[in-house]
Nanobody
Framework: QVQLVESGGGLVQPGGSLRHTCAAS????????MAWYRQAPGKQRELVAV???????NYADSVKGRFTISRDGAKNTWNLQMTSLKPEDTAVYYC????????????????WGQGTQVTVSS
């Protein structure tokens, strides 16, 4: 089984920065795709950023140039550095591991972190 634990988030003023980290634990060999999603009140969960095992990245248009996703494959952790934050970035942020390869040769799919609140307000 896989557990994803998030850290980071909090309250920040517009224009500020925050950093999220997601750490995956379990008998993990590798993770093919690591991502961050967010869900604002009254809205659907949306993809914010994704990084693959070969370090290809993709971002939602709304965060391009402001957010950066990175990973440490050896530690099974990934980060979301958020800069130039705007009030519309306020949401609960979730990390996601889409496909996990385990040391016993099996695979598992679609694991989620517990979610952390980010509030951008003056």
């Amino acid at each position: 089984q896989v557990q994803l634990v998030e850290s980071g988030g909090g309250l920040v003023q517009p224009g500020g920065s925050l950093r999220h980290t997601c750490a995956a634990s379990g008998s993990i060999l590798s993770i093919d795709r690591m991502a961050w999603y967010r869900q604002a009140p009254g809205k659907q969960r949306e993809l914010v950023a994704v990084i693959t095992a070969d370090d290809r990245t993709n971002y939602a248009d709304s965060v391009k140039g402001r957010f950066t996703i990175s990973r440490d494959g050896a530690k099974n952790t990934w980060n979301l550095q958020m800069t130039s934050l705007k009030p519309e970035d306020t949401a609960v942020y979730y990390c996601n591991a889409l496909k996990v390869r385990f040391m016993d040769g099996n695979s598992g799919y679609d694991y989620w972190g517990q979610g952390t609140q980010v509030t951008v307000s003056s």
